[in-house]
């Protein structure tokens, strides 16, 4: 295939390339990678210069990689759409604050519409060994960072430059099973997949992912065209914890999908919540945040929990291979650890915030608000579950569940036909 | 035969050359490496190995058939409700626009100067359940038709149905019905129909006996221009359809970008084309012009 005319070298070497496997890449991880980049933009990830070290040698090495690390004064964020705060007048004030307080310019940009198409685009530039043309990026645990790790093709953190986080993160943020020790993500925000709905609608409230079987919503229920959310909220409703799923429990959720498709209008990407607000769906799987924002529009709408459970899940900061400017992005995360930054962020994004001292700001911005409206928003804030979720609330939360490459073909030809038919 | 001789015979063939190069390096070749790749087994994480694997084209049709037969039929409906409107537009253009013939074509085309997906996404807002479409239908408490005729979801919705996603596509490729059949309408000589009512032949004889016969190259390359492109379109189905209405162009489209699962993606591709050439020449067949595509193109 390698040899076949015509075919592009780098298609051949994508398509063919014996990659490492995860515990190779665990010994020598990020090496081969890292000393490539400050080279010069040199080969993929996946192709490692060929030292075998042990974990220590490994953290003397990123050690020596940020030590030699300087600041520039940039930092190019890439971001999902909505996901800081909006000022007046000027564009984002945790931003501009940032730079006053660090003399670090930050170009931020919103490209990030869902995970999968968002790796589909950069995977082709990391993989040519190339600078993506951004130095800090927000992925969500789940199969694409799962991926960013096993190709080596993310920036381990330095450890010494996360006061803030180890100080000020929360339980949810730190240490989290996807990425044991943070030694590559930190948490932006998190949040919960569950169920919006408008009770005044469907003229009952919902409590269960049951209720979305109920013949009365026929074509006014919203489901996601996902193969992370999707699977794992059928889980929950057949009493699964999606984190230790056996693929007979898939066979089962991908059932109970089967069973609930007459009743669904639209497996739906990021525009389930328009149509939830306009009213074309009367209940739809959806983020705890998106809810809570569209509360402002359209106050009817509830989210839920399920009774059976729900997926969480957390984006993830993280700083691509080649980035030009790491030392900022490191910064930079760890500045947004600092409850009063953190504060301004909630306030805006609503989902919840990595920084649990954000809700005493919260209770004395109440206490402190001279108007009503103000003292109502910052009360329904520091209350609200979506944003703090209630420890009741997290024991029927659970993380996506981890597949290996042959669990994954047997979990997409189960749940793609579902949600692609 | 002398060099000169030589030279000559050799000359349209060397000047044709950059159009075979063109098709070498843009069509054949990356036509025959996908089809490499459809064969190809093995996952992204650990490579992609050419093992003659044609098990994957069994299981793209076994997993995927009710997508493909979907596009073919929507663009089967698709392509016959295009060419309903777009013939009578066209003639129109063609024989009544006197002076006007340009500025009409230009307004024909002024929509499409706004990007595909928004033209799309705006048909979302005026389908809607609360929406232009549905909302003065209940108002004139005409929406019972609509659920006699069966153009509505279980809902009472048209957003998610297959008629909004026919509806899409057939708006979305209306123009390339429309040109084709008019360039070939323009060049009948008004002369001719002259002649034929000299020859007592009514108008509608007229029509049917020197009209459209002359006007079928542009039919049948209306035909292929609207079919092909709509049976693989991806972007209709995915704004405006919903959980029934999937096409294969939508499937083709995640399992390579998102799914990175190029075999099953290239074997899908592959069928696709298969049926849409074989389909294709039935149709020539059918129309009875074998030489119907040198017509086309003439």
């Known amino acids: ?421 | 035969m002398s060099a000169r001789a030589i030279r000559r015979r050799l000359t349209p063939y060397v000047l044709v050359l950059p159009g075979w190069l063109w098709l070498l390096i843009f069509f054949v070749v990356p036509a025959l490496s996908m089809l490499s790749v459809s064969t190809m087994t093995g996952d992204d994480l650990n490579g992609f190995k050419q093992t003659f694997h044609f098990g994957t084209y069994v299981d793209a049709w076994n997993q995927y058939h009710t997508q493909i037969v979907r596009s073919l039929t929507y663009g089967l409906i698709a392509t016959v409700l295009c060419l309903v409107i777009a013939y009578p537009v066209a003639y129109w253009i063609a024989f009544r626009g006197g002076r006007y013939k340009s500025s009409l074509l230009f307004l024909l085309l002024l929509p499409f100067f706004v990007s595909f997906v928004i033209r799309t996404q705006s048909w979302e807002f005026m389908l809607d359940d609360h929406g232009m479409v549905l909302g003065v239908l209940r108002t004139l408490h005409l929406e019972g038709i609509l659920h006699t005729v069966g153009l509505v979801g279980s809902g009472g919705q048209i957003l998610q149905t297959s008629t909004a996603v026919v509806g899409g596509l057939v708006y979305n490729f209306l123009p390339f019905t429309i040109l084709p059949i008019y360039v070939a309408l323009e060049r009948v000589d008004p002369a001719l129909l002259e002649a034929s009512a000299d020859l007592y032949a009514s108008k509608a004889v007229a029509f049917r006996k020197v009209v459209l016969p002359l006007s079928m190259p542009g039919v049948f390359a209306a035909v292929l221009l609207t079919f092909v492109p709509v049976a693989s379109d991806y972007v209709n189905a995915q704004i405006l359809g919903g959980a029934k209405t999937t096409m294969v162009g939508t499937v083709i489209q995640t399992e390579y970008f998102t799914n990175l699962n190029y075999p099953l993606a290239a074997s899908l591709s592959f069928i696709l084309m298969a049926v849409l050439l074989v389909g294709i020449f039935a149709y020539a067949k059918a129309l009875g012009t074998d030489d119907a595509l040198e017509m086309a193109a003439a």
Not at chain 1, 322 to 328: F, G, T
Request: hydrophobic share 40%.
């Open chain 1, 1 to 421: 295939m390698a040899n076949e005319p015509g075919l592009g070298p780098d298609l051949a070497r994508g398509l063919t390339e014996p990659r490492l496997n995860r515990r190779r890449f665990l010994q020598i991880g990020g090496l081969g990678a890292l000393g490539l980049g400050l080279t010069a933009c040199g080969i993929p990830g996946s192709k490692s210069s060929g030292g075998n070290l042990g974990g220590q040698a490994w953290r003397d090495e990123i050690g020596k990689f940020w030590s030699q690390q300087k600041q520039t004064n940039v930092l190019n964020f890439e971001n999902w759409p909505l996901y800081i705060d909006v000022g007046k007048g000027s564009d984002h004030p945790s931003l501009d604050l940032f730079t006053k307080e660090t003399g670090i310019k930050v170009n931020y940009k919103e490209d990030i519409q869902d995970d999968a198409s968002f790796y589909g685009k950069i995977a082709p530039v990391l993989k040519a060994g190339q600078n993506p043309g951004f130095d800090l990026m927000v992925i969500t645990n789940g199969f694409e960072l799962e991926n960013l790790f096993a190709r080596d093709w993310l920036i381990p953190l330095d450890q010494s430059r996360m006061s803030n986080f180890y100080t000020y993160a929360s339980d949810l943020a730190k240490d989290p099973s996807y990425d044991r020790g943070n030694v590559y993500t930190m948490a932006w925000q998190s949040g919960i997949t569950g169920i919006g709905y408008n009770p005044k609608l469907i003229g009952k409230e919902i409590t269960s992912w049951n209720d979305l079987l109920d013949p009365k919503l026929k074509g006014k229920v919203g489901m996601f065209a996902d193969n992370q959310d999707l699977p794992c909220s059928a889980l929950c409703a057949i009493g699964v914890n999606p984190e230790i799923s056996t693929p007979a429990d898939w066979t089962k959720a991908a059932d109970w999908l089967k069973k609930q498709r007459p009743s669904v209008r639209k497996y739906y990407d990021q525009s389930y919540i328009g149509a939830l607000k306009r009213g074309d769906l009367w209940a739809s799987m959806a983020w705890s945040g998106d809810v809570f924002a569209s509360q402002a529009d359209n106050p009817d709408l509830r989210f839920v929990v399920p009774k059976e459970g729900a997926a969480i899940w957390t984006d993830n900061m993280c700083i691509p291979v080649h980035a030009s400017h790491p030392l900022d992005a490191m910064i930079y995360m760890d500045y947004v650890y600092q409850p009063r930054i953190a504060a301004m962020l909630a306030d805006y994004i609503n989902y919840i915030t990595p920084v649990s001292a954000v809700q005493p700001i919260f209770q004395k911005e109440a206490k402190a608000a001279t108007s009503k409206s103000d003292k109502q928003y910052y009360q329904n804030l520091s209350t609200s579950p979506m944003i703090f979720p209630k420890p009741a609330d997290f024991a029927k939360l659970h993380r996506y569940r981890v597949l290996t490459a042959d669990e994954e073909v047997k979990w997409n030809a189960l749940f793609e036909p579902i949600y692609q038919a």
